[in-house]
Protein backbone atom coordinates (compact mmCIF):
# COMPACT_ATOMS: atom_id res chain seq x y z
CA UNK A 1 0.00 0.00 0.00
CA UNK A 2 2.61 2.59 -0.31
CA UNK A 3 2.11 5.37 -1.83
CA UNK A 4 4.12 6.41 -5.80
CA UNK A 5 5.38 9.47 -3.66
CA UNK A 6 6.60 7.51 -1.05
CA UNK A 7 8.09 5.16 -3.96
CA UNK A 8 9.78 8.14 -5.14
CA UNK A 9 11.48 9.28 -1.92
CA UNK A 10 13.00 6.18 -0.99
CA UNK A 11 14.65 5.87 -4.48
CA UNK A 12 16.13 9.24 -4.33
CA UNK A 13 17.05 8.68 -0.62
CA UNK A 14 20.70 8.69 0.36
CA UNK A 15 20.18 7.94 4.03
CA UNK A 16 16.40 5.53 5.08
CA UNK A 17 15.95 4.99 8.84
CA UNK A 18 13.42 3.52 10.73
CA UNK A 19 12.27 0.18 12.50
CA UNK A 20 13.67 -3.33 11.13
CA UNK A 21 9.59 -4.19 10.56
CA UNK A 22 9.16 -1.37 8.46
CA UNK A 23 12.47 -1.17 6.87
CA UNK A 24 11.78 -5.27 5.70
CA UNK A 25 8.31 -4.17 3.97
CA UNK A 26 10.15 -0.90 1.82
CA UNK A 27 12.79 -2.78 1.04
CA UNK A 28 12.19 -3.35 -2.51
CA UNK A 29 12.41 0.40 -2.99
CA UNK A 30 15.31 1.29 -1.18
CA UNK A 31 17.69 1.65 -4.28
CA UNK A 32 21.34 2.04 -3.41
CA UNK A 33 20.65 4.31 -0.34
CA UNK A 34 22.60 3.47 3.17
CA UNK A 35 20.09 1.91 5.43
CA UNK A 36 20.23 2.41 9.34
CA UNK A 37 17.42 0.50 11.07
CA UNK A 38 16.79 1.81 14.99
CA UNK A 39 14.96 0.64 17.72
CA UNK A 40 13.30 1.97 20.92
CA UNK A 41 16.72 2.24 22.64
CA UNK A 42 19.00 3.33 20.17
CA UNK A 43 16.62 5.93 18.12
CA UNK A 44 18.41 8.91 19.27
CA UNK A 45 21.82 7.40 18.21
CA UNK A 46 20.51 6.56 14.97
CA UNK A 47 18.89 10.39 14.39
CA UNK A 48 22.66 11.92 15.58
CA UNK A 49 23.98 10.19 12.92
CA UNK A 50 21.44 10.63 10.31
CA UNK A 51 21.41 14.93 11.54
CA UNK A 52 25.19 15.26 10.59
CA UNK A 53 24.13 13.39 7.06
CA UNK A 54 22.01 16.13 6.09
CA UNK A 55 24.40 18.85 7.20
CA UNK A 56 26.35 17.22 4.60
CA UNK A 57 23.58 17.57 2.00
CA UNK A 58 22.58 13.93 1.83
CA UNK A 59 18.90 13.20 1.36
CA UNK A 60 16.99 11.21 4.59
CA UNK A 61 13.50 9.39 4.86
CA UNK A 62 12.58 8.46 8.03
CA UNK A 63 9.74 5.63 7.69
CA UNK A 64 6.67 5.09 9.90
CA UNK A 65 4.12 2.48 9.71
CA UNK A 66 1.40 3.14 7.18
CA UNK A 67 0.81 7.17 8.05
CA UNK A 68 2.82 8.92 9.66
CA UNK A 69 -0.06 11.25 10.62
CA UNK A 70 -1.53 8.56 12.99
CA UNK A 71 0.81 7.56 15.73
CA UNK A 72 4.08 8.69 14.60
CA UNK A 73 3.77 12.10 16.58
CA UNK A 74 6.71 11.19 18.70
CA UNK A 75 8.87 10.04 16.45
CA UNK A 76 8.01 12.71 14.12
CA UNK A 77 8.88 15.48 17.32
CA UNK A 78 12.56 13.36 17.54
CA UNK A 79 12.98 13.95 13.64
CA UNK A 80 11.60 17.55 14.08
CA UNK A 81 13.96 18.44 17.24
CA UNK A 82 17.09 17.55 15.06
CA UNK A 83 15.86 18.76 11.49
CA UNK A 84 15.73 22.39 10.04
CA UNK A 85 12.92 21.53 7.35
CA UNK A 86 10.71 18.27 7.46
CA UNK A 87 8.93 17.06 4.13
CA UNK A 88 5.40 14.71 5.07
CA UNK A 89 4.79 12.29 2.73
CA UNK A 90 1.54 10.81 3.99
CA UNK A 91 0.90 7.13 2.99
CA UNK A 92 -1.83 4.79 3.55
CA UNK A 93 -3.28 4.67 7.71
CA UNK A 94 -4.77 1.20 8.92
CA UNK A 95 -7.40 3.40 9.35
CA UNK A 96 -8.15 3.96 5.88
CA UNK A 97 -7.92 0.17 5.13
CA UNK A 98 -10.09 -0.89 8.28
CA UNK A 99 -12.69 1.63 7.17
CA UNK A 100 -12.80 -0.28 3.53
CA UNK A 101 -12.90 -3.53 4.27
CA UNK A 102 -15.76 -3.36 7.14
CA UNK A 103 -17.25 -0.95 4.43
CA UNK A 104 -18.21 2.35 6.75
CA UNK A 105 -16.81 5.92 5.42
CA UNK A 106 -15.11 9.07 7.55
CA UNK A 107 -17.69 10.63 7.78
CA UNK A 108 -19.79 8.50 9.67
CA UNK A 109 -17.57 7.54 11.85
CA UNK A 110 -14.80 8.69 14.85
CA UNK A 111 -11.12 7.80 15.27
CA UNK A 112 -9.30 7.54 19.06
CA UNK A 113 -6.18 6.28 19.35
CA UNK A 114 -4.13 4.84 22.83
CA UNK A 115 -1.39 4.41 20.74
CA UNK A 116 0.80 6.59 22.75
CA UNK A 117 3.07 7.27 25.85
CA UNK A 118 0.22 8.66 28.02
CA UNK A 119 -2.56 8.42 30.54
CA UNK A 120 -5.25 7.31 28.22
CA UNK A 121 -7.80 7.87 30.82
CA UNK A 122 -9.45 10.02 28.85
CA UNK A 123 -9.70 8.68 25.54
CA UNK A 124 -11.47 5.45 27.13
CA UNK A 125 -13.95 7.83 28.90
CA UNK A 126 -14.58 9.31 25.05
CA UNK A 127 -14.58 5.38 23.72
CA UNK A 128 -17.48 5.26 26.29
CA UNK A 129 -18.69 8.41 25.09
CA UNK A 130 -19.64 7.52 21.78
CA UNK A 131 -20.43 3.97 22.28
CA UNK A 132 -23.56 5.35 24.35
CA UNK A 133 -24.02 8.37 22.01
CA UNK A 134 -24.54 5.65 19.23
CA UNK A 135 -24.27 8.29 16.05
CA UNK A 136 -20.89 7.27 14.89
CA UNK A 137 -18.89 3.90 14.00
CA UNK A 138 -15.13 4.23 16.26
CA UNK A 139 -12.27 3.16 14.97
CA UNK A 140 -9.88 2.67 17.94
CA UNK A 141 -5.86 1.95 17.80
CA UNK A 142 -4.88 -0.38 21.31
CA UNK A 143 -1.91 0.02 23.14
CA UNK A 144 0.66 -2.59 22.58
CA UNK A 145 0.58 -4.51 24.69
CA UNK A 146 -1.13 -3.54 28.09
CA UNK A 147 -4.14 -1.85 26.32
CA UNK A 148 -4.64 -5.06 23.53
CA UNK A 149 -8.54 -5.51 22.31
CA UNK A 150 -9.66 -8.04 25.02
CA UNK A 151 -8.57 -6.08 27.72
CA UNK A 152 -10.19 -2.95 26.20
CA UNK A 153 -13.31 -4.97 25.88
CA UNK A 154 -13.41 -6.10 29.26
CA UNK A 155 -12.62 -2.19 30.62
CA UNK A 156 -15.95 -1.35 28.32
CA UNK A 157 -17.91 -4.14 29.78
CA UNK A 158 -17.08 -2.87 33.42
CA UNK A 159 -18.15 0.83 31.87
CA UNK A 160 -21.51 -0.66 31.73
CA UNK A 161 -21.32 -0.94 27.93
CA UNK A 162 -23.40 -4.02 26.57
CA UNK A 163 -21.64 -7.68 26.15
CA UNK A 164 -23.18 -7.75 22.65
CA UNK A 165 -21.91 -4.90 20.86
CA UNK A 166 -20.59 -5.23 17.70
CA UNK A 167 -16.66 -5.19 17.38
CA UNK A 168 -13.85 -6.30 14.70
CA UNK A 169 -10.56 -6.68 15.69
CA UNK A 170 -8.06 -6.74 12.39
CA UNK A 171 -4.63 -7.51 12.59
CA UNK A 172 -1.45 -6.62 10.38
CA UNK A 173 -3.73 -4.88 7.68
CA UNK A 174 -2.64 -5.56 3.87
CA UNK A 175 0.61 -7.52 5.34
CA UNK A 176 1.38 -11.30 5.24
CA UNK A 177 -0.87 -12.98 8.27
CA UNK A 178 -3.73 -10.70 7.96
CA UNK A 179 -6.28 -11.29 10.39
CA UNK A 180 -10.45 -10.73 11.14
CA UNK A 181 -12.05 -11.69 14.21
CA UNK A 182 -15.80 -10.58 14.76
CA UNK A 183 -18.30 -10.87 17.51
CA UNK A 184 -19.77 -9.20 20.46
CA UNK A 185 -17.83 -7.54 23.56
CA UNK A 186 -18.18 -10.34 25.92
CA UNK A 187 -16.75 -12.61 23.09
CA UNK A 188 -13.86 -10.05 22.40
CA UNK A 189 -12.79 -9.88 26.01
CA UNK A 190 -12.53 -13.26 26.39
CA UNK A 191 -9.63 -14.20 23.96
CA UNK A 192 -6.69 -15.40 25.31
CA UNK A 193 -4.53 -15.74 22.24
CA UNK A 194 -1.89 -13.01 22.08
CA UNK A 195 -2.97 -9.88 19.39
CA UNK A 196 -0.26 -8.58 16.91
CA UNK A 197 0.85 -4.29 18.21
CA UNK A 198 -0.64 -3.75 14.65
CA UNK A 199 -3.98 -4.25 15.64
CA UNK A 200 -7.05 -1.80 15.06
CA UNK A 201 -10.92 -2.73 16.46
CA UNK A 202 -13.79 -1.01 14.85
CA UNK A 203 -17.16 -0.56 16.49
CA UNK A 204 -19.92 -0.94 14.66
CA UNK A 205 -22.59 1.91 16.74
CA UNK A 206 -23.61 3.95 14.32
CA UNK A 207 -25.55 3.42 10.65
CA UNK A 208 -24.65 0.09 9.65
CA UNK A 209 -23.02 -0.34 6.14
CA UNK A 210 -24.72 -1.22 2.92
CA UNK A 211 -25.11 -4.73 2.34
CA UNK A 212 -23.19 -6.73 0.96
CA UNK A 213 -19.65 -4.95 2.22
Given at each position: ???L ?90 V ?25 A ?5 L ?21 P ?10 G ?53
Amino acid sequence: MLTLQGQEALRNADLVLGFTTVLNVVQPWLGDAEVRPMSYRDQEDVLEYAEGQVKAGKRCVVCCWGDLNVSARELLARVRRRAGAVELVPGISSVQVAMARTGISLEDSVFITLHKRADTASELEELVHYINEGRRHIILLPRPFDLMPAAIAQGLIDAGVPNDLPVTVYQRLTLEGEKRWSGGLRDCSEITEEFSDLSIMVFLTGTAPPEGR
